[in-house]
């Protein structure tokens, strides 16, 4: 048996060859009642250990410092982004192999100012709500947990269209997708929003209702529950139906950015 949690892996799974009956689809779930626009942050705040006043609008990447995640694109946006949002100041959050590569590529672009390496955190339901937009720079994925979790707490998200993205972010309305390895677009949009204060507040609230209606937790835990029953107890459950199977959440249409 094979689990996947978005249509893209489902679809890539079956291209590969696994059987149809042996494939299972179910989505991450997130918990909206951890993850909540009005966690209150730990102490210090992540603004008072940037030593950044707490007006200052913040766009926040948040993810492994890895290759397959584009911090460096996050990084390229941040700077495109400078002349049209001055004060705007970026964080990453997250540790990985990149970290010495991208202090050398915040260095030598003059950002170390204004884009933080922050390393990592415990105080993830606390540390979203600190944010203005969450910006997903990754070159693959699957369905990303902290684009889940940024949606839940309230956030825009603008993301690029890989993977199972387009499964989460509905162009438009909870965010913006657009097309992998484009800085300039991610930067685009970021500055739309920061721009657009009330744009981005209704965007999140849209966010967060998709996450609690579409991604919630106790579906998730639910089917995964039933697949493992089905393998314990194959003759007491059943084999499941096509018909029976929980599917991944449609993919909106989507306009291209």
């Known amino acids: 048996m094979l689990c996947t949690v978005c249509q893209h892996s489902y679809f890539h799974a079956l291209a590969m060859g696994v059987a149809q009956e042996r ?13 909540r626009p009005d966690v209150a942050p730990a102490r210090p705040t992540l603004r008072a250990q940037l030593g950044l006043a707490q007006d ?37 959050v997250g540790e990985g192999p990149l970290h010495s590569a991208l202090a050398q590529q915040i260095e030598d672009a003059g950002l170390a100012a204004r ?13 979203y709500p600190q944010l203005q937009l969450l910006v997903c720079s990754s070159h693959s994925e699957a369905m990303p947990l902290a684009v889940m979790q940024a949606m839940a ?44 204060p009330a744009r981005a507040q209704a ?26 029953r089905a393998l314990v107890w194959p003759a007491a459950v059943g084999t499941r139906t096509a018909a029976q199977e929980p599917a991944c959440p449609p993919m909106p249409c989507q306009e291209t950015p």
């Open 23 to 35: 494939l299972h689809c179910v989505p991450n779930g997130v918990d909206a009642e951890v993850f």
């Open 203 to 228: 965007m999140g609230a849209a966010a967060r209702q998709r996450a609690q209606q579409q991604f919630a937790l106790g579906h998730s835990a639910a089917a995964m529950q039933g697949l493992y």
């Open 56 to 92: 200052v609008p913040l766009m926040g990447f948040v993810g492994r410092l890895s290759p397959e995640k584009g911090p460096e694109l996050f990084v390229q946006a941040a700077q495109l982004l400078q002349r049209r949002c001055p004060q705007m100041h970026a964080v990453l």
């Open 115 to 127: 884009v933080h390496l922050a390393g990592g955190c415990e105080d993830m339901p606390g540390l």
């Open 153 to 196: 707490a309230g956030l825009p998200v603008i993301a690029t269209r890989v993977g199972g993205v387009p499964d989460l972010v509905v162009h438009g309305e909870t965010g913006w997708l657009v097309p992998p390895r484009d800085a300039q677009a991610l930067a685009t949009q970021a500055a739309a929003l920061l721009d657009r």
